[in-house]
């Protein structure tokens, strides 16, 4: 069993495959890829490791880690221990695709894919004439309609084959990773679910379910938790299920289109005009904009490997529509610092805030963040938590602190003045209509 996205033992069909097939007997690997590794950033790497060691703990400490390209790493291992077929669950991913049938070519047994991190594959939903869908709302309706399996139990026994494995890297280790964890958090979460649609927009209630970590990892199947929300009735349980559906849409785009990990799905937004990112963008990413919202979704990122998802649109538009730097360089960043970086996810929001994607925001739809900000954060207790400098403020009035007639000292002015910021934006999308 070659575990990738799918670090659990439960409802993982590529594992009781695995077994059935060696008839109890399987080796556990995981490949420590150069190629997926290097381009990872640290909250990522921390997670990955800490989910591995709980992953390995419920394996009685017999899974194996090693490192090298998958291409040799795996079919030696199979080589070793004379392996009837390798299993795992299927990767649509650019690289993942390639890097699979690489392997297979090196092996001298089946490469066996069984499901995918998804309730519904990518390349399952289609329309009547059998194309992939561009808008959600349609998509939505067809993979309801479609539907997927129920979950299944882990193995009731397995051997595991103990081998020669790498020293995992060191890391600063994540308490609440692994699939244990993920399921107790998903259960607790899922308690005040009837609050989803009401409060997920926000930050400053901190109600949303964070479960994109262990869904980034496998550590639980979204098949689990759909299993979980068919049970209840409420608008939040029917938000949330068609949140899930959004993160398989996006998946269904990239493994379609997979050049729109870093390029648009809208053709003419490739002469679109952006600015080269300078002390702007520096500025950005290191939370002083001058903008309170922005500044605090920035120090979040920084801090926690996390950011409200409400919060991320906001950032999003900043860069891409004030600041008028290209998104890709957001994704970007939002790769080497999010915890639950998701090329999927990730590329194809991006494009949806910068109106170049499939189903994308009118690129006129332009967020003002001071709006933003007294509109979902209407307290301010969100800002005053990750803008120090604006601890002090009470109320509304800290989106605005230039407004205040003693402007806290250390805080920047805006960088920006929205307003212009928004009519070159206008400009410049004309010139390409």
Known sequence: MWFRRDLRLTDNPALLDAVAAGDGKVAGLFVLDPALWDAAGDPRRDHL???????SDAMGGKLVVRRGDPADVVPALAAEIDAASVHVSADHGPYGGRRDAAVEKALDCPLVATGSPYAVAPGRVLNGQGNPYQVFTPYFRAWLEHGWRQPVDAPAKVDWVGKRSDALPKVSLVEEAGEAAARAHWQEWLEGV???DDERDRPDLDSTSRMSVPLKYGEIHPR???ADL?????????AYRRELAWREFCADLLARYPEAAWNPLRQEFTTMAYDEPGDAFTAWREGRTGYPIVDAGMHQLAESGFMHNRIRMVVASFLVKDLHVHWKYGARWFMQRLRDGDLASNSLNWQWVAGCGADASPYFRIFNPTTQGKKFDPDGAYVRRWVPELAEIAGKAVHEPWLLPDPPAGYPAPIVDHAEARQESLR????IK
């Open 230 to 238: 068919a049970r209840l009735r409420s608008k939040g349980a029917e």
């Open 49 to 55: 490791v800490s989910s591995l060691k709980s992953l």
């Open 194 to 196: 009837a609050a989803y």
């Open 428 to 431: 410049r999308y004309a010139a």
């Open 224 to 226: 689990t938790m759909l």
